[in-house]
Every structure is written in C-alpha cells, then in structure tokens.
C-alpha cells in the first residue's frame, strides 16, 4: 500500500486490475511473472499513451560518461521523435548528465538539443540520476542510458504507459541481450549476479526479467521519496527500494525487444558487481559491509 498522502497519489491503488479489457493501452498480465506488472512490446503504442498524458509533464534524463559517439543516436532515436517543439509532444523536457566524461559527450548532447548537466570529477551513476532529477521539471522521469547502439522511438512511449494508465508507479524495461554475434548471453551481471542475489534475498522481485535496466521510468514522486544508492548500485537499489516502500504490484516492466550496446571487458565489470551486491546486501540488512 502507499503511503504517500498528496491527493492523487493512491488512485492507482484503488483501481481494477486493468486485466486485458482496458482498452488500447492496457495489455494483458503475464500472470507467469507473479505479481510485477508485465507487457509486450504490442503494448503501448505512441497514440493511445499521448491520450491519457492530459496536462502531465515528461522528462527524459540520460545519464553519460565517455558516450561521444553514441549519446547523439540515442536522443535522435528514442527522444527526438518525441521532443516538442517538431516531435510528438509525449516528451516536454530532455536532460543529459555529463558525467565527467573525457571525450566530447557533452557538446554532443548540447548539439542533440539536451539540456546539459556537467558532474565533474563525476564518475558515480547514482549521482548523475539525481543530478538530472534535480535538474529536470517533468511530472514523469524516463532514464536512458547513452550507449545503446540500437534505440528506437517505442522506448519512452513503451515505458510511461503503465504510469499514465495509472497501472504502476515504477517501470523497467526488459530486453534481450545479444553477446558476440549471439542471440543471448549479453548483461554477465544481471545473470551471474544481480538475478541470483534477488531470487535469494528479495524472492518477490524474481520475476524481474532485467533488474539493472538503465531504462527505467517513474514518478517525481516516487523518485524523491526513495533516492538513489550510489554508483553502479543505483538500479538495484530502486528497484528494492519501490518494492519496500511502495509494494511489488507498484512495478512493471515493459518489452524494449532487442538491446545493443558495448559489451566491456569482464575485469571492466568487477566496478559495477561490486557496487551492485553492496546495495543489496545492505537492503537485506547485512552489516559491516566494507
């Protein structure tokens, strides 16, 4: 349940269960997911969303380190169709944390049309997301990452749907990840680490298909309430925070179909394992952490 008291804020509590009767912008549950909300990629499409935005406002946020040559793609691919003024008017605001970044991310993002953020030293995800919080004014947040290689215009629509439909306060996306010309075996984290962890210690969220999506969307709300962990642990951290705060049935997740990006060495990834199983140890309440 809830527990925030502004008017408004429990409506979607209170609602049936959209079910597959709510017309073109509710899907059917995967009932096999237990209770995290779930939708197709048939799910969602950009004229039944633009019909229930009504009068709210809706950031999309990236944060950025090192994403030169592929931060330009990305808000041209998933924001830009989207962006007023020329767009379809779904997207109010575009907000890019540079996040310390050596290369030239940032002009990048300001040549793109992103409002520019600059962290310096910068180096820490967690920070970045709230910066762009900070910075932004949208009554919904969408967060992309800056690397994927394959962005298309369905990301936002797809992921503010089940907020504006009033069906969840927290989505995710899910995906598949290719590895080395691969159908699957991309995101060594997520599989090796984040999902073991979850299915042993928050066994309620093990129905989340890509618990460390860097693309996630929410209410202001929500995000001022639960914070962000730091760095890298910032994703897991969100998603255990909306389930402690706010319930599992608070969450969905939506299918983005297939995501490219760099894949990095594995010592590259130790940082990002580290930061990850910290947060999620110390939401399981373990202490003496170093």
Same mark, same amino acid.
């Not at 409002?115 to 180096?123: A, E, F, M, S, Y």
């Given at each position: ?6 008017? /408004?804020? @429990?409506?979607?509590a209170?609602?049936?269960?959209? /079910? ?11 009932? &096999? ?6 939708y197709?990629?048939?799910?969602f ?13 809706? &950031?999309?946020?990236?944060p950025?380190r090192?994403?030169?040559a592929t +931060?330009?793609? +990305? ?19 575009? +907000?890019?944390v ?6 030239a ?9 992103a ?15 709230a910066?762009?919080l ?5 009554d ?26 009033e ?14 010309? !691969? ?6 984290v997520?599989?090796?680490?984040a999902?073991?962890?979850?299915r ?5 969220l093990? /129905?989340?298909? !890509?618990?460390?999506?860097g ?34 049935d608070?969450?969905? #997740? ?5 995501r +490219?990006?760099? @894949? ?5 990834l130790?940082? #990002?394992a ?5 947060t ?5 309440g ?5």
């Amino acid at each position: 349940m809830l527990v925030d008291e502004r008017p /408004g804020v @429990n409506a979607w509590a209170s609602r049936p269960d959209p /079910g597959c009767g709510r017309g073109a912008a509710a899907g059917c549950l995967d009932a &096999s997911v237990g209770h995290v909300r779930t939708y197709g990629g048939d799910h969602f499409g950009l004229d039944a969303v633009l019909g229930l935005k009504g009068l709210r406002r809706i &950031s999309v946020c990236l944060p950025a380190r090192d994403e030169e040559a592929t +931060v330009g793609a +990305v808000i041209a691919a998933a924001v830009a169709p989207h962006l007023t003024p020329g767009g379809s008017g779904l997207v109010d605001e575009l +907000v890019v944390v540079d996040d310390g970044s050596a290369d030239a991310t940032g002009a990048a993002a300001a040549a793109a049309g992103a409002i520019l953020v600059r962290r310096t030293p910068g180096g820490d995800k967690g920070a970045a997301m709230a910066a762009a919080l900070e910075a932004s004014s949208g009554d919904v947040v969408v967060f992309l990452d800056a690397d994927v290689e394959n962005a298309t215009p369905a990301y936002v629509p797809r992921l503010v749907g089940p907020l504006l439909a009033e069906t969840a306060v927290f989505v995710k996306g899910y995906y598949e990840r290719p590895l080395h010309g !691969q159908p699957t075996g991309g995101g060594r984290v997520t599989e090796l680490l984040a999902r073991p962890v979850i299915r042993l210690l928050f066994p309620e969220l093990a /129905g989340v298909r !890509q618990p460390l999506a860097g693309e996630t969307a929410a209410h202001r709300w929500v995000l001022d309430k639960v914070g962000f962990a730091p760095g890298y642990g910032v994703e897991i951290g969100l998603l255990i925070d909306v389930a402690r705060d706010f319930g599992v049935d608070a969450i969905a #997740q939506v299918d983005l179909g297939v995501r +490219v990006h760099r @894949n990095r060495p594995l010592a590259a990834l130790r940082p #990002q394992a580290d930061d990850v199983l910290r947060t999620a140890l110390e939401r399981a309440g373990v202490p003496g952490l170093p």
